[in-house]
């Protein structure tokens, strides 16, 4: 796999943490897209993907699942490209290249605070599914000696991880992502061949999960489900599209990536629950954590809130120790995406940069925050209101990149607004609309809407009432490289 800009141990520490947090990657340190793919595929081969796909499943049956799968992965790979494209050419990580394209300098907090939410959300969705697997394995009560244990130990080891960049990162995902796969492959097997529920039967189940509409209503929620990580995913192709070499390696970092979490993780995380629940079911009974009567329900309950304990019981203490490991690497993406956005976020708001080893232990000092929160338990409600942010951010990028900056030769580079009030006002009005329709049942497919408004607002803000400078104050391109770090 390729490296940038030579080992590490030749290299500054400091330089080495920051990993060009604010400013653009140079060419001697850009990568391929095959090794690029190794973060965005890693990133999203985890137990909460695992979870999210057999719940699709279960909201629309494995049909419906594998085809909402399939137009979710065309969507979230162009957009994908679409962003990445973005920084590939500018050569930073998404939410500083919102400085020029949407937001303005200041403005570019609130592309920091939703990338933030977004992946902050995702670390403590994983932290949250480890800690319950660890207690399963051992047996253990969930208390609070044993919370501040583990996920200590878990916090510990991802700022540690983390702290030395995208080297070490890039690293981990490529040799982990392939272990994962590996325990994917048996796990499958096991599911499928040695647990008494036939394949055929797993692959052709209807949905599982009752009073949620009729099969269109379905539909679309298992389409809104699968398109809060398409949208996650999109931006973090972005921040691993800072170090491609070619708009090519961008469009293969970003199909990969899509390939994975919508499809692969569907299919694979349908066998792996459906097949394996009457196994599990049976080990509860046996291990007096349910009845006969209440075993099937129970184990379903797992399914979903303790993902690794389907892993324990089909491949035992290797299969624990083997997740664990293959967890470290999508924690490492996460802090290390995480502390990108919360950098650009305090600098934004305050031009206050205490470097990126302190955002490393602040990102993960969230997280825990957001686990003691409940986030595991709003899953949907969470995933549904990250489609509407993650593409609303995306949908402003695109708009001002691809097709303002093609109508108006008065949009350009030679200076930046302070506050992009077009931006700004797209972002709010779109999720805000599609947010409030999409929970009371009028438009289901939130996160499209938003992608529309934004894609039409926008330009019509920023060409009229609201061009470069008006109701802010600018700076130069310059200036704002030397005084903003970008």
Known sequence: MATSGGSTRNRDISEVIEDHALESVPQDQRKSGWSLAWSTTGIVT???????????????????GVLAGVLVCVFGAALGWLVGNISFREGLSSTVTGRFYGFGVRGS????????????????????????????IFGAEPNFLNAILIYGGLTVAWILLTTFGINLVTRVSSVLTVAFLVLLVYMV??????????????????PLIPNLGDTSSRFQLALAVLAGSAGALALVDADYARYARSTRDVGILAIAGAIAIDIAMVVTGT????????????????????????AAQEASALSQANTGAYFIVLSSVAGFLLMYAA???????????????LTNLFDALFSWRPGRFFMVILGNIIGLLMVLGGILGALQTYLGLLGI??????GIMIADYYIVRRISSTVGRSSVDSINWAGVISITLASVVSFVLQQTGVFLLGFLLAL???????????????????FTSQISTQKAVQEEGV
Do not use: W
């Open 46 to 64: 985890t137990l909460v993907q695992l979870a999210i796909g057999s719940y699709v499943a279960a909201i629309a049956g494995v049909g419906l």
């Open 109 to 136: 907090f609130i592309a920091s605070a939703i990338f933030g939410f977004m992946i902050l959300g995702f670390l403590a969705l994983e932290n949250a599914l480890l800690y319950s697997g660890t207690l399963f």
């Open 189 to 206: 097997y096991k599911a499928a061949f040695d647990t008494g529920v036939p394949l055929g039967e797993t692959l052709t189940h209807g």
């Open 271 to 294: 066998i792996i629950i459906y097949g394996a629940t009457p196994v599990v079911a049976e080990f509860l009974v046996s291990s007096g954590q349910a009845t006969q009567a209440n």
């Open 327 to 341: 967890q470290a690497k999508a924690q490492v993406l996460n802090t290390y995406s995480g502390s990108l956005a």
């Open 389 to 394: 942010l993650t593409t609303s951010f995306c």
């Open 452 to 470: 529309v408004i934004t894609l039409v607002l926008y330009p019509a803000l920023r060409l009229t009432v609201l061009k470069p400078g008006a």
